[in-house]
């Protein structure tokens, strides 16, 4: 089975409040969408945090294949090999998605303008508002309840 994944991370600040925006396709058609506070860090972390996200289902899915798209060009060439990885904070990121990568028979990565990942962006901007307005990190998945709305 092949999927797509289309990951985005934002952040109000740099590093301040983030949080992550997955979308995971099958045939073109929407299986899953994440949109998650993950507390304070860099938007670079908040990246790589999508992706690991969004890697982590696929494999519960058992896709074999996946194409990854992305709108971050520094992730985008660390994980393709045209740039090191130099930051402290997100070299154990980019070991994790290595790790996961060996999980699946055939991987593409894109790299894409943003106005072609803006679902996963609108997910990632739309959960760093509600935590950078309420302070509360309990962003839960689309389709979810909130916390909250459960007594």
Known sequence: MKIEIFTDGACSGNPGPAAIGVVIKKHGQTIKKISRSIGEATNNIAEYTALIYGLQEALILKARAIEVYTDSELMHKQIVGQY????????????????????????????????????????????????????????????????????
């Open 84 to 151: 090191k990885v130099k930051h402290d904070g997100i070299k154990p990121l980019f070991d994790q998605v290595q790790h996961l990568l060996t999980g699946f028979g055939q991987v593409k990565f894109h790299r894409v303008p943003r106005e072609k990942n803006h679902e996963a962006d609108k997910l990632a901007t739309t959960a760093v508002k509600k935590t950078s307005r309420s302070g509360r990190p309990d962003v839960h998945d689309v389709g979810e309840e909130s916390p909250s709305s459960k007594g």
